[in-house]
């Protein structure tokens, strides 16, 4: 049964930090493109950063380029999403995605509020 299950949201300040993480089961993890997405209530799904199987290449929105970081580690099955210097825009569902050629898999999303 494929899983992905998110964790590491939560309550945080402007100007903190949080790490996400995204514990992949049930596929072979380290062949999957593996993405973080963001949605506020009313919006459409938001591309936040990707990682690619081969090579760890990475890309990040405009938004969070500077302030956010995608890692995966392929021998735990775990995707990270580090943020840094949180904005209350930033404030959404954040969603993982494992993606290739002719499937995709999604987490059950975890929530990050930022707010004083």
């Known amino acids: 049964q494929v899983q992905l299950v998110e964790s590491g949201g939560g309550l945080v300040q402007p100007g903190g930090s949080l790490t996400l993480s995204c514990v992949a089961s049930g596929f072979s993890f380290r062949v999957y493109g593996m993405s973080w997405y963001r949605q506020v209530p009313g919006k459409e799904r938001e591309l936040v950063a990707t990682i690619t199987s081969v090579g760890g290449i990475t890309n990040y929105a405009d938004s969070v380029k500077g302030r956010f970081t995608i890692s995966r580690d392929n021998a735990k099955n775990t995707v990270y999403l580090q943020m840094n210097s949180l904005k209350p825009e930033d404030t959404a569902v954040y969603y993982c995605?494992?993606?290739?050629?002719?499937?995709?898999?999604w987490g059950q999303g975890t929530q990050v509020t930022v707010s004083s």
């Open positions: 995605k494992a993606h290739n050629a002719i499937r995709a898999y």
